[in-house]
T-cell receptor, first 116, second 112 residues
Framework: GENVEQHPSTLSVQEGDSAVIKCTYS??????FPWYKQELGKGPQLIID?????GEKKDQRIAVTLNKTAKHFSLHITETQPEDSAVYFC???????????????FGKGTHLIIQP | DTEVTQTPKHLVMGMTNKKSLKCEQH?????MYWYKQKAKKPPELMFV???????INESVPSRFSPECPNSSLLNLHLHALQPEDSALYLC???????????FGDGTRLSIL
């Protein structure tokens, strides 16, 4: 199955600065890479995703880049705000999970702290 | 508010009890998922239903029994659980099995 590594485990940045979280995956057949934000007491919230036929995707202050050759993808958050503080998970679809649907394999998560 | 609704939000049960977790969505999604999340860990896939049929079972112990009675509802039946089964149980849904998954806020389960 798929294996996803995520770094760093904790990231502290000053409000207004940029934050970058990086992930690598093991299965070159994976073709879908979502990012989730999880706040305390809540379920993961999809914030952006990218498919393997695209190298970069942007949505306002959030962008994701994908390097298929190196098998890594990154989340970029610009102009960080206090409400960006949360745990962020990267994930990759596991094509070996079976027919009819893909499961997701998650990275271990990054605790992003925005310092005022 | 999430469009995937899970009930109950919290559940405390003894090891000999039988209980069920419920997940509902009314977005017309045809794939539904159960994940388990331990504290400070990522979600781990347990089961996947595609068009009301079980398509993935990630070697989950038989004390967890999923059920998908219709396209909007997903249940997880629990019996004879162990203390290590205490976790947040998350339900997700997607339009089909190959599209973005949207999560509920989970049921926090404690086994005494």
């Amino acid at each position: 199955g798929e294996n996803v590594e995520q770094h760093p485990s904790t990231l502290s940045v000053q409000e207004g600065d940029s934050a970058v979280i990086k992930c690598t995956y093991s299965d070159s057949a994976s073709n879908y890479f979502p990012w989730y934000k999880q706040e305390l007491g809540k379920g993961p919230q999809l914030i952006i995703d990218i498919r393997s036929n695209v190298g970069e995707k942007k949505d306002q202050r959030i962008a994701v880049t994908l390097n298929k050759t190196a098998k890594h993808f990154s989340l970029h958050i610009t102009e960080t705000q206090p409400e960006d503080s949360a745990v962020y998970f990267c994930a990759a679809n596991d094509l070996n999970s079976g027919g009819g649907a893909d499961g997701l394999t998650f990275g271990k998560g990054t605790h992003l702290i925005i310092q005022p | 508010d999430t469009e995937v609704t899970q009930t109950p939000k919290h559940l405390v049960m003894g090891m000999t009890n039988k209980k069920s977790l419920k997940c509902e969505q009314h977005m017309g999604h045809r794939a539904m998922y159960w994940y388990k999340q331990k504290a400070k860990k990522p979600p781990e896939l347990m089961f996947v239903y595609s068009y009301e049929k079980l398509s993935i079972n990630e070697s989950v112990p038989s004390r967890f029994s999923p059920e998908c009675p219709n396209s909007s509802l997903l249940n997880l039946h629990l019996h004879a659980l162990q203390p290590e089964d205490s976790a947040l149980y998350l339900c997700a849904s997607s339009p089909t099995g190959y599209q973005p998954q949207h999560f509920g806020d989970g049921t926090r389960l404690s086994i005494l």
